[in-house]
């Protein structure tokens, strides 16, 4: 159960919208939403999964009639009742490119706001816009906040955020990381094009208390650190966005830069979806505005400890409504989480569809890749990437320096191998350059590019 203590944190960082009153603070209205979200969803987590999805139920109902009446693109795709969910078609991304006008709404409630769009798309090469209204944002900002409470941030912290931004952001000035909503401490910001070195630097000058940044740019940082004995010595916490953690990356940020690592899972479409929980580790899907499903290849909900893909669907956008949409991020079923919140869990986020393999014969699996093992064949191995380029071959590029010798590629081939489970024909591509990231700042350790429904022979 979330610390009691947190709320105090919370209400002290509070700004008061009414003059001569400090306190307790009052919030203007739009806060004040927020605030009386989060006291809601402070209730809610605590319910049984069912009660959970009887409550979606209802909200479903509501989005599903509207999305009908209003929306032509789900005149005739939508299920008379919630009975026939499974026989609902999933929404693709290429459906949202050739149909955008046809999912827009005719109208929606105009207590929900005025509408804006959001453009994503940066790490598949397919952009697509998705239409969004300040209610679909205000969840968002209540599951951050339900962030900030769960793992105790301090809101006074000084927090350090290498990313992509959408507009240019200046290094030297600082922002602030409360979205207006508490007080906070201050929020640098560095592009995610900043080269590792110069990242460096701008951390150490910045010594921040929390770090914000991908997966793949924190290894490449903890490298740097284990190269030149460099600390942040009042840095707490790392968070994670916009990639696939890893249990040996926790382990690496505890060992390296002895602090604990927290995910969050999010897409730009939808907003959060789900958070670490900060009890078990496991990640909590944020069913109070996310109905979420993991499916199989076959389309059927996976069980504990199976891998599918995810689907969401917002249950509050009445503008663009999103139902069944399949982000193509595979991830693995939780257990029932020892904390005692009933909101449903994801052990991990594995990544992108075209981070599936195929089997020489055909069969889609998800490549477990064990790093370690590759160090154990070629010791100065800095940084790999594998593409399958048909069913039977996959290219491996290699940085590293020097070149490795045929022994010791023909034991990387072969703890490959026994990783995947099956025999390739393989390419080796060597070089000392590093692997560039993509331009969300997201790198890919094992891509395909077999189609889904190519024939493998």
Known sequence: MVDQNSFPLLTDSLPSSVPGILWPPIPRADHAAILALLFQMESSQWLPEAALRARQSIQLSELLAHARRHCGYYQDR?????????????????????????LLADTYPQ?????????????????????????????????TLRDHLWHRRDFSATQAIIRQFSRTMDPTKPGRWGSGLFRSGPAWHLPISTDVDTQWRWLQSVNPDILLTYPPNLSALMARMGQNGMTLPRLREVRMISGTVTPVLRELCQATLGVPLTDLYSAQEVGVIALQCPDSGLLHLQSEHLLVEVLDVQGHPCRQGEIGQVVVTDLHNFAMPLIRYALRDWAEVGPVCSCGRGLPTLRAVKGRTRNMAFSPDGKLFWPVLESWRFVDAIPNLRQYQFVQTACDAITGTLVCQPAPDEYQLNALQAALEQALGHAYRWTWQIQETELPLTASGKFEEFLSQVGEAAPCI
Do not use: M, N, Y
């Open 78 to 102: 939508l299920p008379v009742d919630v009975t026939a969910w499974d026989a609902t078609p999933l929404l693709t991304r290429h459906d949202l490119q050739l149909h955008f006008d046809a």
């Open 111 to 143: 207590a929900h706001g005025k509408t804006f769009d959001i453009t994503t798309g940066g790490s598949t090469g397919e952009p697509v816009t998705v239409r969004r209204t300040p209610l679909t944002q205000l969840f968002w900002e209540a599951s």
